[in-house]
T-cell receptor, first 115, second 113 residues
Framework: DAKTTQPPSMDCAEGRAANLPCNHSTISGNEYVYWYRQIHSQGPQYIIH???NNETNEMASLIITEDRKSSTLILPHATLRDTAVYYCIVRPTQHGSSNTGKLIFGQGTTLQVKP | KAGVTQTPRYLIKTRGQQVTLSCSPISGHRSVSWYQQTPGQGLQFLFEYFSETQRNKGNFPGRFSGRQFSNSRSEMNVSTLELGDSALYLCASSFQQGVTEAFFGQGTRLTVV
């Protein structure tokens, strides 16, 4: 089961910031938070990931609370092309010396950017 | 550089048949994972390959299998197809296992009739 909880849907006005919340209250100390999005009929697209510090790249910013129990993905100036399902994922804990690339997707948040 | 390539893009099969799907990862990537996406279950992990070895397997029946070749290309096979196997099958490649971003292909849309 996914270890994250996201609102099922959100709306955002074009040009405004979109703030997508995610709860991951059972996150372990060495688990990362990843964000992906899936535009209709395409494969998921990596957006950003972080461990405990806030992260920013050309697509978005990731704000992780100090207790790491929740995070927020920020799209600073949403466009119509940002309409997609956004997935917040906690990567499973590594076991011993074996890392895993397995991603457990929840239901995500459907973001609708409106003109 | 070229992205993840999945072939074919669309496929229609009959119940009871078997199917093989192909995934070519990004050049230099050695880890390939497969996912099944259905409206009811969402995105579910099938298996992960790294250096030609299966490293992880999801909770799917033995009818679902895969392999990875020395050039990192991967195939997945589904035998004795059932109607419920109709789904979008997605392949993701990563440079290595662990904490790296995964790049997904466009998927193969399988319809079982």
């Amino acid at each position: 089961d996914a270890k994250t909880t996201q609102p099922p849907s959100m709306d955002c006005a074009e040009g405004r910031a979109a703030n997508l919340p995610c709860n991951h209250s059972t996150i372990s100390g060495n688990e990362y938070v990843y964000w992906y999005r899936q535009i209709h009929s395409q494969g998921p697209q990596y957006i950003i990931h972080g461990l405990k510090n806030n992260e920013t790249n050309e697509m978005a910013s990731l704000i992780i609370t100090e207790d790491r129990k929740s995070s927020t993905l920020i799209l600073p100036h949403a466009t119509l092309r940002d309409t997609a399902v956004y997935y917040c994922i906690v990567r499973p804990t590594q076991h011993g010396s074996s890392n895993t690339g397995k991603l457990i997707f929840g239901q995500g948040t459907t973001l609708q950017v409106k003109p | 550089k070229a992205g993840v390539t999945q072939t074919p893009r669309y496929l229609i099969k009959t119940r009871g048949q078997q199917v093989t799907l192909s995934c070519s990862p990004i050049s230099g990537h050695r880890s390939v994972s497969w996912y099944q996406q259905t409206p009811g279950q969402g995105l579910q992990f099938l298996f992960e390959y790294f250096s030609e070895t299966q490293r992880n397997k999801g909770n799917f029946p033995g009818r679902f299998s895969g392999r990875q070749f020395s050039n990192s290309r991967s195939e997945m096979n589904v035998s004795t197809l059932e109607l419920g196997d109709s789904a979008l099958y997605l392949c993701a490649s990563s440079f290595q296992q662990g904490v790296t971003e995964a790049f997904f292909g466009q998927g193969t849309r399988l319809t079982v009739v």
